[in-house]
């Protein structure tokens, strides 16, 4: 993950600004491409999701395993609680692995409440912001995110999936656009040792 500002992007030196430069279109593409492909084809693209999530899942619960063997020296109650989680993730990931369905709309039902604690948070900035500026943007964009986890609830399993998978698209596409235009802004960040040379 890339974060910068435009005084960070400044003192960054040449040879930094090639490589995130790199980086940021590598990430771009790839984002692009999976974007489209959950678009076009959101069935398939929510199945390979839904393998890669839980794959994921059940890697961080081995891992969470090894880690117990390898670090023994620990006490009774932190293995215990790694334990728990271990199986939990290994339970979870076999979940979205062997039935793709129910996986992805358990992923729908943690962005509901996503959704919901945002646009909860945001309604209440917008009214204790209350005469600033984007205050009422807060509260319309609260009352919007709350309307996205009402319709998306309110969808059958079927439609759930393919609004999940169609939605993990276009936040990809989003976040294709968001490399691109750090790629941009590195692009036009001038190092500060060339800035110093420049003003002599």
């Excluded at 995110?145 to 009402?150: E, K, T």
């Amino acid at each position: 993950m890339f974060i910068f500002n435009q005084y960070r992007m400044k003192a960054l030196s040449e040879a930094s600004r090639i490589y995130y430069k790199k980086h940021a279109l590598v990430m771009a593409v790839l984002l692009l491409i999976c974007g489209a492909c959950c678009l076009i084809y959101p069935f398939m693209s929510g199945l390979y999701l839904s393998y890669i999530i839980g794959m994921m899942f059940m890697i961080c619960g081995f891992y969470t395993l090894y880690s117990l063997v390898v670090f023994r020296q620990q006490h009774w109650k932190s293995k215990f609680v790694s334990v728990i989680f271990a199986l939990a993730w290994l339970l979870l990931g076999y979940s979205f692995v062997a039935n793709p369905m129910v996986g992805m709309n358990s992923l729908s039902i943690i962005f509901c409440c996503l959704f919901i604690i945002g646009g909860v948070s945001r309604i209440v900035s917008g009214f204790t912001m209350r005469g600033r500026s984007g205050a009422i943007w807060n509260i319309f964009i609260g009352i919007f995110d709350l309307l996205i986890a009402a319709i998306w609830l309110g969808m059958n399993p079927e439609q759930s999936y393919l609004f999940t998978t169609v939605f993990i698209g276009l936040e990809m596409i989003f976040s294709a656009g968001s490399f691109i235009s750090l790629r941009k802004k590195l692009a036009l960040a001038q190092p500060k040792r060339l800035a110093v040379k420049d003003s002599k």
